[in-house]
């Protein structure tokens, strides 16, 4: 059984060297029962219990590691703040989906698309806001569940269409006063009370061309094949119209540009239609650049990659505070038929890693696309099969949830996070937070058949809480201590995540 130390968030290099060589014939020895150790939880109390963890004497017996397990345990029965975190929940989400999205506490939720196209079909005969019912309704159950919801505008009327037959199309620059008239007036119609939207996108998918779809399928089609802007510089001119009709709607609005599908792994269009939104002189024109990301690439995530592109690219511009967020996220099947036999698992490994890496990577949200769904839905992306028993939430939809809880209040403190290469697919992965004054690590490995031993350096006689099998409704918690007060706390590791909290001196 080979010892991995990785090493770029948590200790020098040297330093784990030396601590591999030290306690190597230690594992040899001992590292089945190393495994077992780490993975087998100890009695979990059952009673509810208070989330402060407290520290106890290293040299704890089984009734001090209790007490410690008190301190942490359990994760579903206390309250916390909600995290910046979401889902995508459609309007037609049966109600009996909401408990589960109150559990899982999310901070904000895609509550829907207004469609330009419904509301004004015929020029200058007033707006048709009945067609909006559905979109109210939602967005009031999510306010009343306490979750900040957000919306999405898209589909040009014919009469406004510079690609006729085609909803996704850009509205003709004879239009665009109109669709910021549009926008004002529906900003405003969200703007108080049970119907408060504060943040809104424009399009999405926009760097999708015409040719690439129908054009009714909800996404696309501004993108063009001309360099060096691709159709982006014409986004950023309606950006520039559009961004003050909606703060004069409702002065509290953010206008989330691009909700870019991110073409991957050329993103040269891509690129090039930020580029054009920044040209067109629009980069006070919105308030987070928005881009979607879906699953693994190589040793990594997509998600990693497109944010080190886009960041980049604005920081290149000066924009270097300008957030970015991540409005679809999900881990998929290549097809809506049939999925891998291990698809479920992997769903579940990528939902309890992803969204330590949004923190890590200081987004402003992510969004998981989508909540529910009945059938395969988008690529079997969603994470509560609907049935007509009623919801069944999957592993990921656990891992999720878990993961969310476990990373409340949670400061990334490691360095910058990069993208791995392909010869760190088999090593453990480790993203380093603070949490109070705690320390809280989240453990995978990209690729393995086995577990991987790894060492995590803490203080000796460190008190630490694990929490693994995170695709479980009721995750294991235990205690892990380092009660032999030797400066390390020994993990096996696979590819699903799991999470160590240590209680700092």
Known sequence: MAIVCYTVCVVPVTLCRTLMTRFRSFFVTTGLVLLLATTLPVAAQPAPLPPEPVPVPAAADEQSANLVMSAFLPLVSVGYDPSPFGFDVRTNAPGNMMPLVAEANPRWSRAGDVLWAWVEPVRGAGYQWGVLADIESNVRRLRA?????????????????????????????????????????????????????????????????????????????????????????????????????????????????????????????????????????????????????????????????????????????????????????????????DCPPNFLQRQANYAARIYAQAIALNLLGAFWYTLSYRGPGFLHSHLIDETDGGPVPRPAFYAFRNSAQLLAGARYIGLPVVEPPASQASEVQVLPFEKGRNRLYVFWVPRTDFPVLYNLPVPPGATAICTDQLNMATPAQYYCSDINRDGFIPRAVNELPQYVEVVMP
């Not at 408060?196 to 061309?209: G, K, L, Q, S, T």
């Not at 089609?221 to 159709?231: D, E, K, M, R, S």
């Not at 690439?297 to 300008?322: P, V």
């Open 145 to 337: 569940a306490g979750i900040e919801p957000t919306l999405v505008v898209q589909w040009s009327p014919s009469w406004a269409q510079s690609i006729p037959g085609k909803l996704c199309s850009p509205p003709r620059p004879d239009a665009v006063a109109e669709f910021a008239a549009f926008m004002q007036a529906v900003a405003q119609r969200f703007s108080a009370g049970d119907l408060r939207v504060d943040y809104w996108e424009i399009w999405n998918e926009p760097d999708v061309r015409p040719e690439e779809v129908a054009g009714n399928e909800g996404f696309g089609c501004w993108a063009t094949l001309t360099p060096p802007y691709y159709g982006g510089d014409y986004y950023g001119h309606v950006l520039r119209a559009v961004y003050p009709a909606i703060k004069a709607g409702n002065p509290r609005a953010q206008v989330w540009g691009g909700a870019l599908l991110h073409h991957w792994p050329d993103d040269t269009l891509s690129l090039g239609f930020v580029r054009g939104i920044l040209a067109a002189g629009a980069a006070s024109s919105f308030d987070a650049l928005s881009f979607h990301a879906y699953g693994e690439w190589g040793a990594g995530d997509r998600l990693l990659f497109k944010q080190a592109q886009l960041r980049r690219l604005l920081d290149e511009h000066g924009l270097h505070s300008r957030p970015l967020v991540a409005t679809e996220i999900a881990a998929t099947c290549n097809s809506n038929t």
